[in-house]
């Protein structure tokens, strides 16, 4: 089957083919996708030191309590760490370490090693009553026991229950111990030497010696030593450094270093991170993630999980195989169960403590726009798949967003949003300086209406109605049509403005020229009012041949200036000149990133219904160029928007990266990335760019596309669970429609991705 096929399938709209023809599309196929499951400690002062997961799949915390194990725990529902009381001969003890051996738990106390596995005959009387450090291993044969005790000075040896080595450091404590398999020898870490072990030979080697070192993993005949300012590698064979202590990490303050799944994590006094193969990290920072930041181990857990035990408890980082397509299935179910209102896709808010069970929904400055955006991903992915199931999705917000109209009780005129009557504040104006007001009595004694509609929520009702109008048949499109009929005939008929139930035009809504061109050719407002309003009224005409909306068009762009302000370059957007007005200082303080996205989805009116082959060559003109301004963003929806114009090269392994790194989680956990030496931070600039090059969507804390991508923290607490319903599943839908992204391939054992997450 085809690409192509993907993107005509049940329907012939001519924009499925403006993607070029020799445009490769992504093949689906499962990738890695991360996510974690917390289990938080009920005590967070208590001490926790180790965890491992044997064979059984059986997970262990040790604290300065005993032992733990999670309990209960989900995907965005968390579970606790609870005592263990499994085996009550080894609870009862007072353990000071556990580790692994062939997969099996060991467990260290003031007298002996031991384990519950090989029918609990391994028992080693280690003679160190303060021993808290060990490590184990097979010995000459791979199949003999080895194993190393340290108190933070003796060190001791066995091979099958006989010590065969004893001794210290010289001036040195050990805090850390590490056997190597390959070589049957044991490395010995102290605060300020590494040292080797030949158990054989009974020698105990220097081999560096550096302050402040912090922890040691050996991987692939290399040395990996962490200090409180980076790490060092250095040559297990010849203990040669190679390069220089490296010090670009997302924090250098190293407090673990371990081996997982064959690759190498990090832990640290601010998160952990997993080296890739490109060199640079995956951050795992917040409670997006981990139940704290202050790392004190890592270890594997069943599967493909990752165990990173912090102060506060214990993170699953999971890592299971998934196509793009039940991705966008997994944010259908989050949006469905929680973020429906009236039809509405809206965000959800008043979450106390990330408890979803606390969520409530309520009528939000946005949710038109929101909807709109949901929407159209359900219009693109019943054109694509025939899913009864979409189309309903998507039925019952046109519903909704055609229930904007018929409440206010004017003509052509809707509304912010509606609520049931008395739980919004009435004001008798629709405007008086805040987006919290504009309530006003419906008709119907059981609703309530919000005015003060803006252009931003303008765009969202012709961004749908006119893929309505297009996409779909008989009744469902002619009741779109006379939406968009009726919306442009009011503005129109008002002198290119929205006039709220006051009489006076909102505060956004305003096309006017004396409006548009009263600001200078810098203030991003005169081009993207050109710009979004001559893509309405093309729409409109296409759709109602009304000569009207043809003429006006003309009119605005040719006498007053219209088409050179939509073609103006972004590179020549910037802050007001002296002697600019207040207005327009304070509008161009900074890039306004919602007016990108009003731009994007309005450019689904633009090129496609020019008027002209000139013209549509012109839109494409200023389309690239709004798109290469955006590009270091690497959002998939402008990506894609851009691919709309028939564009060979518009990003597509950018756009690939962007979904498959969008977090499943989407609480908006305090996040924090300032603090980073593995970025490269550039000056402070109009666009508000803070890096080199933008974070990973689920290491960064804003998702929105309105929202500057590049802002680097967001502290505070939890407010709110973002909808995917716009930020993804508008851009992925999008793709398949367009024929860029294909159907799954299969879930193979191995697939090739773009990164190793």
């Known amino acids: 089957m085809s690409w192509l096929f ?153 091979q099958n229950g006989s010590r065969v080595w004893e001794g210290t450091l010289p001036q040195d404590s050990v805090i850390g111990l590490q056997y190597e398999a390959a070589q049957q020898r044991y490395w010995v870490l102290g605060k300020h030497s590494l040292n080797v072990l030949d158990p054989k030979a009974g020698q105990l080697q220097i081999v560096f010696q550096q302050p402040g070192l912090t922890c040691l993993a050996v991987f692939q005949n290399k040395l990996y030593i962490g200090t409180h300012d980076g790490y060092q590698v250095l040559d297990a064979r010849s203990f040669a450094p190679i390069n220089g202590i490296q010090k670009r990490l997302p924090w250098p303050d190293l407090t673990v270093i371990s081996v997982i799944h064959g690759k190498l994590w990090f832990g640290s006094s601010r998160g952990a991170f997993m080296l890739r193969q490109d060199g640079a990290f995956n951050y795992y920072y ?28 214990l993170g699953e980082i999971r890592f299971e195989p998934m196509t793009l397509e039940q991705k966008a299935l997994r944010y259908e179910q989050q949006v469905r169960q929680r973020h429906i209102r009236y039809g509405f896709n809206c965000d959800v808010t008043m979450i106390q403590n990330g408890d979803l069970s606390t969520a409530q929904m309520g009528q939000r400055d946005s949710d038109n726009l929101w909807t709109s955006m949901y929407l159209v991903s359900q219009l ?102 006379t939406l968009m009929d009726g919306l442009m005939t009011n503005i129109v008929r008002n002198n290119w403005y929205l006039i709220d139930v006051d009489g006076k035009p909102t505060l956004w809504g305003k096309w006017h020229p004396d409006y548009v061109n009263s600001f200078p050719i810098t203030v991003g407002d005169r081009k993207i009012m ?34 050179d302000n939509l073609m103006r370059p972004m590179s020549e957007i910037g802050k007001a000149p002296q002697g600019a007005g207040d207005w327009a200082k304070m509008l161009s303080e900074e890039w306004n990133h919602s007016d990108d ?84 931070f550039v000056p402070a600039n109009f666009r508000g760019q803070t890096t080199k090059e933008i974070l990973p969507p689920d290491e960064r804390p804003e998702l929105k596309h309105n929202r500057n991508l590049f802002k680097l923290d967001r502290p505070g607490k939890v407010a709110s669970e973002l909808s995917a319903g716009d930020s993804f599943l508008l851009p992925y839908w999008m793709g398949r429609y367009l024929g860029v992204i294909s159907a799954p391939v299969g879930m193979q054992k191995s697939s090739p991705h773009v990164s190793d997450r």
């Open 6 to 158: 993907y993107g005509t399938l049940f329907h012939s709209f001519t924009l499925s083919l403006l993607v070029s023809a020799q445009q490769t599309a992504y093949r689906d196929v499962p990738y890695r996708q991360d996510y974690s499951i917390k289990y938080y400690a009920a005590d967070t002062t208590l001490q926790l030191s180790h965890t491992c997961t044997d064979r059984n799949g059986v997970t262990q915390v040790l604290s300065a309590n005993g032992l733990l194990h999670p309990s209960g725990g989900q995907f965005q529902y968390p579970g606790k760490l609870v005592a263990d009381q499994t085996y009550r001969p080894v609870t009862d003890r007072k353990l000071s370490a556990l580790g692994l051996y062939n997969q099996q738990l060991i467990y260290l106390d003031e007298t002996a090693l031991f384990s519950n596995a090989w029918a609990g005959k391994l028992y080693i009387e280690h003679g160190l009553p303060a021993a808290r450090l060990f490590c184990v291993g097979a010995f000459e044969d791979k199949q003999s026991f080895s194993g190393l005790v340290s108190d933070g000075v003796r060190l001791r040896c066995w």
């Open 286 to 313: 917040g409670e997006r993630w981990l139940p704290g930041n202050t790392v004190t181990a890592i270890g594997e857990g069943a599967g493909e999980t990752v165990c990173v035990l912090t102060n506060k408890g």
């Open 380 to 481: 693109f992915r019943y054109k694509v798949t025939g899913s009864k199931e979409a189309l309903q999705n998507c039925m019952e917000s046109f519903e909704a967003m055609e229930r904007l109209f018929s409440i206010t009780g004017m003509d052509g005129f809707f509304g912010r949003g509606f609520e049931r009557r008395g739980y919004h504040k009435f004001e008798a104006k629709a405007w008086d300086g805040g987006l919290t007001n504009g309530w006003n009595h419906a008709s119907d004694p059981q609703w309530d209406w919000r005015g003060t509609t803006s252009s931003d929520q303008t765009v969202g009702q012709l961004f749908c109605l006119t893929l309505m109008a297009e996409l779909m048949d008989g009744d469902v499109k002619k009741r779109a049509i």
């Open 530 to 563: 050109s710009s979004n309003i001559i893509a309405f009224l093309q729409a409109a005409y296409h759709f109602t041949k009304k000569p009207i909306y043809r003429q006006e068009a003309y009119e605005l762009m040719e006498q007053y200036g219209y088409l």
């Open 597 to 680: 996205e009003m731009y994007f989805l309005a450019y689904w009116c633009l090129y496609p219904y020019a008027f002209t082959p000139e013209l549509k060559e012109k839109y494409r003109e200023a389309i690239r160029d709004h798109w290469q301004a955006e590009r270091p963003e690497k959002d998939g929806l402008w990506n894609l928007c851009y691919a709309m114009t028939s564009a060979k090269s518009f990003d597509l392994p950018e756009t690939i990266w962007y979904l498959q790194e969008f977090p499943l989680d989407m609480i908006e956990w305090p996040v924090l990335n300032s603090h980073r030496k593995d970025i490269d």
